[in-house]
């Protein structure tokens, strides 16, 4: 079975803090994402990476970073958080090239900025 | 730019009985896939039914099947007899075939299984 992993599923953070997300996947996929999911919202692409080192910006980066320095590994930054950006985060990936392949979605993570 | 519409915020059905899921997309690409993706209120999202969109022929994955209208660009998914377990929140899913692209999520509809 695919496993996305998410590094927490529940987080409380202070403002202003810097935070960390992380997500790992066993499938040697290439693609990888991070959304975020609001009510009424649906799920709204951050930032996407096609393979190490590469990223692209989503509809929502502003306040988020990304890292990829391995191909099962995807970092969501948050670098001075703020309590617009409690939310849950959902980590994701994929196969490339096809569009045939379905996602692969980690548990999520609910943030709570305080 | 590709969008996703599912016009049902909400909505509930009686167990066993049948119901259908709107979603409609825009885009200007022929060749794509679409997704119907479930989310229970465990959280874990998974993949319901996907359709290719060259193929005619609409889905089916035991009681969930599609009606892909592609010149309408409409992509409804019928649940039939009804579960308790289907309780979750749907969401249509847009991704470009042969493209190293991102997917697009419609907003959700929030699925009640009623008793």
């Known amino acids: 079975d695919v496993k996305v992993t998410q590094s927490s599923r529940y987080l409380v953070k202070r403002t202003g803090e810097k935070v960390f997300l992380e997500c790992v996947q066993d499938m040697d996929h290439e693609n990888m994402f991070w959304y975020r999911q609001d009510p009424g919202l649906g799920l709204r692409l951050i930032y996407f990476s096609y393979d190490v080192k590469m990223k692209e910006k989503g509809d929502i980066p502003e306040g988020y970073s990304v890292s990829r320095e391995k191909k099962e590994r995807f970092s969501l930054i948050l670098e001075s958080a703020s309590t617009n950006q409690t939310s849950m985060y959902l980590c994701a990936s994929s196969t490339p090239g096809t569009g045939n392949t379905e996602a692969f979605f980690g548990q999520g993570t609910r943030l709570t900025v305080v | ?115």
Request: aromatic content about 12%; overall charge positive; hydrophobic content about 35%.
């Open chain 2, 1 to 115: 730019a590709q969008t996703v519409t599912q016009s049902q915020p909400e909505m509930s059905v009686q167990e066993a009985e049948t119901v259908t899921l709107s979603c409609t997309y825009d885009t200007s690409e022929s060749n794509y896939y679409l997704f119907w993706y479930k989310q229970p209120p465990s959280r874990q999202m998974i993949l319901v039914i996907r359709q290719e969109a060259y193929k005619q022929q609409n889905a089916t994955e035991n009681r969930f099947s599609v009606n892909f209208q592609k010149a309408a660009k409409s992509f409804s998914l019928k649940i039939s007899d009804s579960q308790l377990g289907d309780t979750a929140m749907y969401f249509c899913a847009f991704h470009l075939r042969n493209r190293d692209d991102k997917i697009i999520f419609g907003k959700g509809t929030r699925l009640h299984i009623l008793p």
